[in-house]
């Protein structure tokens, strides 16, 4: 029905969110949308961070079909197998979140029940032992996944750090060289159309109006679109995610070089994030102001980088939580102006693949069916939902003294979180809401990891015998270890693969 298809969209905002947006909807192009139209203002400019991703942006690039060699060059890109957490649980201790499972269940019953039984008879070996991601990791080793499943060396995955300014330049080209058309200029207001209060057009700096059938609001913590013209209403979570201000930095390469990892380093008063990309280290401190002075969160910051800082820290401020409709009226909102939960987990890109993708499979006509919208917030919910409550759960096991911690250990959590907790508390049972961005070893990762114990492990373990578990076990570790230490060193294998096409 040709005469029913989307005319424009208009797509407001060129960060990150704006042009995977951008990108994403050209499939759609000339079969659901005749045309599409992203404004962004040049002098306003991107939030300018967002470097660590979940495995997830590889299924993005490569609905794209971009070449992914030729997307680490342009993006100063490394790899990353995870997050290691250091002085989270307690000041001194660290813990690996990896993008791989524990090895694979026996008899129906899984690699964490039997780790649990084989502890509870006294054995000390680490979990994270039986982690490929974990254990390559910490060696410094990479090599993408071999594509036999099977195999230890094709049974995990990968995300990446990347420049996220570089990455929307990146993908600029992509939408560009395939129709969609870019109007540098400042939105001044948003109009409205008097019969059913739906966007009717965008007024821009210089007098221009830009209408269309469909808008997304991409336009950051701004919201112009979703919240100051339509007035959606924003949850706010920070009850739970109470971390409101981060400053950001990059500096130079020293110290550890070129992790195979991000890591967060609990602080005083919140965390700090460490990304190594090719040519300089992401930084940041993200802290709760009602904990710690600006000030003070700076300092530590600059205290702790890996080299000499190549910019002055810049402060963002925000607040966590996410809107109630994502999708209201004509209008979608995809990115910061939809919510925003914190960056523990780099989980704010993977919410954006997301929401690009319910949108094209939801994707209306002129007329715009409000069940598509009911579908589209009720799947937005439970994703931001989901992840709210994995990201809470770091901060509410953590047995740290200072004043956050004890905030964070003693406040009221979300009724599924907790009953998400006590069953794994009861059993080593993990139950989840949303299989979308975190599925059972990165759950199990986070309770092991913050020390939350199972009273016991499940009985149905029993029923392989001590020396069979104990055999199976070793020969995990051994197995592991040493497909961990056949991958290349991290930074040898980029330099021989996928050098940065950045000067150096
Ligand atoms: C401290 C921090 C750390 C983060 N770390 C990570 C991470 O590690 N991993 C991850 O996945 N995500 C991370 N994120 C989130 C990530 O940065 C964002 O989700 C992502 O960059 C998308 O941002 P955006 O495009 O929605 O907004 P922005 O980058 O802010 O872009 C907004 C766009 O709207 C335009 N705009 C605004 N107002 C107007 C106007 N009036 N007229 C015209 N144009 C306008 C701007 O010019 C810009 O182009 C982090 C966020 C923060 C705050």
Redesign the pocket.
Known sequence: MAEQRIRRVVI???????WMTAAGMTRLLRRKVDEIVL????????????????PTIRFFNASLGLDEIDFIRRTDASFKLGIEFRDWSVPGRSFFHGFSDFGPPVRGISAHQMWLKSRAAGDETSYEKFSITSTAARLNRFAPPLPNRDSVLGSYSYGFHFD?TLY?AYLRGYAESRGVRRVD????DVRLRAEDGHIQELVLDDGRTIGGDLFID?????G?LIGRALHAEFEDWSQWLPCNR?F?VPCAHGGDGLTPY?RSTARKAGWQ?R?PLQHRVGN?H?FCDAFTSEDEARDTLLANLDGKPLADPRL?R?TTGRRREAWLKNCVA????CG?L??LE???????EIGIGRLIELFPDRVIEPRLADEYNRLMSRSFESIRDFIILHYHASQREEELWRHCRSMAIPDALRHQIELFRAGGQVALYDSGAFAEPSWVSIYFGQRIWPRRHDPMADLIADAELNRELEHRRRMVEGAARSLSEHHQFIDRYCQSSLPA
């Open positions: 407001a905002g060129g960060g990150s969110a704006g404004v962004e203002s040049s002098e306003i400019g991107t939030v300018g961070v967002g470097e660590a991703t979940l996220a929307a200029a400042r939105i001044v991409c336009s950051g913590f701004a112009l981060a950001a991000t994030w990304i940041g993200v963002i925000f995809v990115g910061l102006s925003f914190e960056p780099s989980t704010s890109l993977h919410l954006i």
